[in-house]
């Protein structure tokens, strides 16, 4: 980290934390992001012409604030995903290599600080969860080996059915799928209510995730419009006048670290 830059996020930590203890101030969720940036920086390391930074964080707060911030994002959930898009964006904005899609685990603590959080970073979510993310980070000298997450070669299979009725079948393993008009798309549908890029539905966290990409129409779920949700067997999801099946989708339990 430069100098300036270096000093700059210490001013920033004792102003959070000194405002925090002077006010009483609750949460707010650039806290919490500021805490995962700073984790993630921490721990990342060269790889030849990459910089390679940690994709599983456990941030622990007061289970109060954490009320707070679900409730402002929708639910706990909610909350953990966007912390996840947030460090994806941050890692993408610094030109750092994410071995996997960011996955962000929300840990109650009562003894958390107050108006604060505490994030630990590049262990798998839930081993750092089961510890109680009570370990400090080692130096960025350290030397730590990474083994990739064993995980099914398919997690899903999709029936897309287009307005012409006709069905097709695909498969979602470890990538993203998206799903539009555009014949770059990995599931091209051939429908003039759907976007040129219209959805993703993507692995996270050991779930298979679908995200509407900014789609004129929209895209439903349940017969409810959705921005991101989380996807179960049986889920039909409606885009423009194709509708796509969901079989077979489930927790990931055999990936591990």
């Known amino acids: 980290m430069r100098p300036l830059s270096f000093l700059e996020r210490s001013l920033e930590r004792v102003f959070e934390r000194s405002s925090a203890r002077l006010f009483r101030a609750p949460i707010h969720r650039v806290v919490v992001e500021r805490r995962l940036e700073r984790a993630m920086e921490e721990r990342r390391r060269r790889s030849g012409d990459r910089v390679i930074v940690p994709d599983a964080y456990v941030v622990e707060m007061r289970p109060a604030d954490m009320a707070v911030l679900a409730a402002e994002a929708g639910d706990a959930a909610a909350l953990a995903s966007a912390l996840a ?10 030109g750092y290599t994410m071995l996997r899609l960011p996955t962000v685990t ?3 603590e009562a003894d958390a600080p107050a108006g604060d959080a505490r994030v630990a970073a590049d262990e798998t979510a839930a081993e ?3 510890r109680g993310a009570r370990r400090s980070p080692p130096s960025m000298d350290a030397t730590r080996v990474l083994e990739v997450p064993r995980a099914p070669a ?4 999709l029936d897309v059915r287009e307005p012409s009725g006709a069905v097709r079948r695909f498969e979602v393993g470890n990538g993203p799928v998206v799903l539009g008009r555009d014949a770059g798309c990995d599931i091209v549908l051939a429908d003039g209510r759907v976007s040129r890029r219209h ?3 993507a692995p996270r966290g050991g779930f298979l995730v679908l995200s509407d990409l900014g789609s ?7 017969d409810e ?3 991101e949700v989380v996807l179960g067997a049986g889920d039909l999801i409606v885009l423009g006048d194709s509708t ?3 079989h077979h989708a489930q927790p990931d339990t055999g990936a591990q670290a």
């Open 128 to 130: 750092v969860a089961a």
């Open 85 to 94: 898009d947030r460090a994806l964006a941050f890692a993408r904005a610094h």
């Open 199 to 201: 959805a993703r539905i």
């Open 106 to 108: 929300l840990v109650p």
């Open 216 to 222: 004129t129409n929209g895209t439903f779920v349940r």
């Open 154 to 157: 398919v997690l899903a299979t």
């Open 244 to 246: 796509v099946e969901v």
């Open 225 to 227: 419009r959705v921005a």
